[in-house]
């Protein structure tokens, strides 16, 4: 009896291993299938989106040109570098967006329901003009150093804001001869403008009156 019960339960702890050792193999066979999905049939796929990722385009934008008197001084209009904090919607999800803007509203004051809205209105138009390159909404102009700091130092919590370099039309002599030289805007202003052909992109300004507007052509920068 002893050696017929040794036998029954030798034959149960084999079953037990046999069970053991093919499930082990079941799912080592699933793991290798999956990983052979991932990297054979999928693998371009994947490769492309951490190409995309990793590749953050931005639009270089071009100078505009100086208004001088006839010998090439003085300088009447130019153009000087200002510091704005930008938000990039591609960057960050449509739930982070409250988040984000309360977190600007507590550091720099900025008001977070204009610019929640300012940011869907920025996504329709990436959408809608099938924008190639990431376009920011400009949340605050001319930011101090110390407000620099303060976004720099909140940065892990704030996707998709940075700081960016942006070209300020400077009139030297203030308002004298305004309306000879005119005024520089937003595009929007003129969205016939907004094709192939012309070479202007959401977001550049243009010359609207006087010189600025005749000399178009002219003083406007190539990006």
């Not at 029954?8 to 069970?19: G, H, P, S, V, Y």
């Not at 376009?135 to 102009?141: A, D």
């Not at 976004?151 to 700081?163: C, D, K, Q, R, Y």
């Not at 929007?188 to 550049?204: A, Q």
Request: aromatic share 6%; net charge neutral; proline share 4%.
């Amino acid at each position: 009896m002893m050696k017929l019960a040794d036998k029954t339960q030798d034959e149960l702890f084999r079953k037990r291993i046999l069970f053991m050792l093919v499930a082990i193999s079941l799912a080592f066979t699933a793991l290798g299938a999956k990983l052979w999905y991932l990297q054979v049939v999928r693998g371009e796929y994947y490769a492309t989106r951490a190409t995309d990722l990793r590749l953050d385009l931005h639009l270089l934008k071009a100078p505009r040109g100086m208004i001088c008197g006839p010998d090439g001084t003085p300088v009447i209009a130019d153009t000087k570098l200002a510091r704005d904090l930008v938000i990039v919607p591609a960057l960050l999800s449509k739930d982070q967006e409250q988040e984000v803007a309360s977190r600007l509203e507590e550091l720099l004051g900025i008001d977070a329901k204009s610019l929640v809205a300012d940011i869907g209105l920025e996504r329709k138009k990436r959408e809608r003009y099938k924008v190639g390159f990431q376009i920011g909404v400009v949340s605050k102009q001319n930011i101090s150093m110390d407000e620099l700091t303060r976004i720099e130092e909140f940065s892990p919590v704030l996707p998709g804001v940075s700081s960016e370099e942006r070209l300020q039309r400077r009139y030297l002599y203030g308002k004298t001869a305004g309306q000879l030289l005119g005024y520089v805007g937003d595009i929007s202003s003129r969205p016939d403008l907004l094709s192939p052909e012309s070479g202007y992109k959401i977001g550049d300004l243009i010359g609207l009156d006087g010189l600025e507007g005749q000399y178009e052509e002219t003083l406007r920068g190539r990006d």
